[in-house]
């Protein structure tokens, strides 16, 4: 890691007080995190409820589903996620649905298909032009290159958008939500969140922190660095951009979920071979409150 790839205690800081309050909300019920947090919405009377009760209707103003390779990207054991050994010491699948695993992939995207290639970046919705973002992830809950329309419209356009130019829809735990419900008649049983082939930069500095601070040289490799709850590492990995998601789903769903907590935080590295780079990967456990 170099030294610009490391957090500063500032940044450690700042992402642990976001844990604190992440991992509070999650232990409250729904009335008290409404008045605890500053909700996205900006509802009155404040609620930390998800606003999106059909959220499968709202996913019909998105793209259709776009094709999505399930052999490179559902495959566990030998596509884009090597982390078969995580998941054969926690009893889940490996495979695609197709080839008789557990494990079904899509992609979702939110622009107008029906532009040329040329045309600006916008798209229309409800009268108002809004920007094209696209987005991909895993459901089941595997999550891969999220990016929510807020950070993809600013790097589409090199300017931050208004709320106004986004969609209504614009969490991504909403929208990875929306996919967990429509799949699982047993939505409450959520135990697990991977974060696969981490990219995000404030994230990984993060990581880069701990693993500094633990005199660790490289990411280890499964079962990786475990932090607890209330650990000062646990409550900065939650803080982060990557923790923010399943925090989210947690919060926003308690009437689906019950109260639900994240009770420990895994850091580990793939099983890429000599010839292939290795990826970061972080792993929330989910359980109910003791």
């Excluded at 399943?246 to 019950?258: M, N, T, V």
Aim: aromatic share 10%.
């Amino acid at each position: 890691w170099g030294p610009r790839g490391i957090a500063e205690e500032a940044e450690l800081h700042a992402a642990h007080a976001k844990g604190n309050q992440r991992h509070c909300l999650m232990n409250d019920t729904n009335a008290q995190a409404g008045q605890a947090w500053p909700d996205p919405y900006d509802r009155i009377p404040k609620s930390a409820r998800s606003p999106w009760v059909d959220t499968m209707a709202m996913l019909i103003t998105f793209d259709p589903e776009g094709k999505y390779d399930q052999d490179e990207n559902c495959d566990f054991f030998s596509g884009t996620n090597r982390i078969p050994q995580a998941l054969a010491a926690l009893q889940l699948s490996t495979f695609p649905h197709y080839k008789a695993g557990d494990n079904m992939c899509y992609a979702v995207e939110h622009r107008d298909e029906h532009l040329p290639d040329h045309a600006p970046d916008t798209y229309t919705v409800d009268g108002n032009q809004k920007y094209n973002w696209r987005s991909i992830f895993f459901a089941a809950i595997y999550a891969q290159n999220l990016e929510s329309p807020k950070h993809a419209a600013r790097k589409a356009r090199c300017k931050p958008p208004s709320k106004s130019e986004l969609p209504g829809m614009f969490l991504m735990s909403d929208v990875i939500w929306a996919y967990w419900a429509r799949n699982h008649p047993n939505v409450a049983n959520l135990r697990y969140y991977f974060a696969n082939n981490i990219l995000n930069e404030d994230t990984l500095r993060v990581i880069a922190k701990i693993l500094k601070d633990e005199t660790l040289p490289d990411v280890p490799h499964w079962p990786g660095l475990r932090f607890e709850e209330n650990e000062s590492e646990f409550e900065a990995l939650l803080g982060t951009p990557i923790g923010a998601t399943i925090a989210y789903i947690l919060i926003q769903h308690k009437a689906q979920l019950g109260i639900k907590l994240i009770k420990s935080i895994a850091i580990f590295r793939d099983d890429a071979t000599k010839d292939q780079d290795a990826e970061v990967q972080l792993l929330f456990t989910v359980g109910d409150v003791d």
